[in-house]
């Protein structure tokens, strides 16, 4: 989650019987250049993908499965394409991303407080917010269902438009074979 001032992302594990806790979070602030929110938002993927590789070196548990939500469409969809098709920017993020995760690994859900607890690395709130039985410690109260259940949508939405991605040139070469360097 990214709010143009800062970005971060929350992590959680949770158990065969639907019980999810939080295990680890990171925000940072965003860059003094301004950038467009689609490149905070890869931020975002960054900072969870470089989680992820922390908490499976760190923590003593094997896990059968490890899913990503975001709220940007948009990076979901640059995801699922290679990462020598962008911008050097966008290029170096998709590309760190893409070699921690599988791109099916990631699910879009909609920029709302109770499905997105991320916001809360950005917007703030109240200490009583973030007490035991809160959605900052259990997580989004869909983590308690079937992944059925879920209200989050696997496939890239279709017609996205990628700013970052590069304008292709043509270039056409044209072979004089009449001439020749010897004559």
């Known amino acids: 989650v990214s ?15 639907f019980v999810s806790v939080l295990v680890m979070a990171k925000s940072r602030i965003a860059p003094l250049k301004i950038i467009d929110i689609v490149r905070l938002e890869l931020c ?3 900072l969870g993908s470089r989680i992820r590789s922390t908490l499976r070196k760190e923590l003593r548990l094997s896990f059968k499965k490890v899913i990503h939500i975001l709220h940007s469409e948009i990076v979901q ?6 990462s ?3 911008g050097t920017f966008a290029a170096n993020r998709v590309g760190e991303i893409q070699q921690t995760t599988h ?10 407080p109770w499905l997105n607890v991320a916001d809360l690395t950005t917007r703030g709130c109240k200490p009583g917010q ?6 900052w410690q259990n997580g989004p109260l869909f983590l308690s269902q079937s992944e059925k259940q879920w209200p989050v949508r696997w496939k890239v939405k279709k017609g ?3 700013s970052e991605l590069k304008k292709s040139r043509q270039y056409i070469g044209i072979i004089n074979h009449e001439e020749s360097l010897s004559n």
Do not use: D
């Open 130 to 135: 973030l007490g035991l039985n809160s959605i």
């Open 3 to 17: 709010s143009g001032q800062t970005y971060g992302t929350v992590a959680y594990v949770r158990s065969a019987g």
């Open 77 to 82: 969809a640059m995801l699922h394409l290679e």
């Open 103 to 112: 791109p099916f690994e990631w699910c879009w859900v909609e920029g709302k």
């Open 84 to 86: 020598y098709g962008y």
């Open 160 to 162: 996205i438009q990628i």
């Open 44 to 46: 975002v993927g960054v």
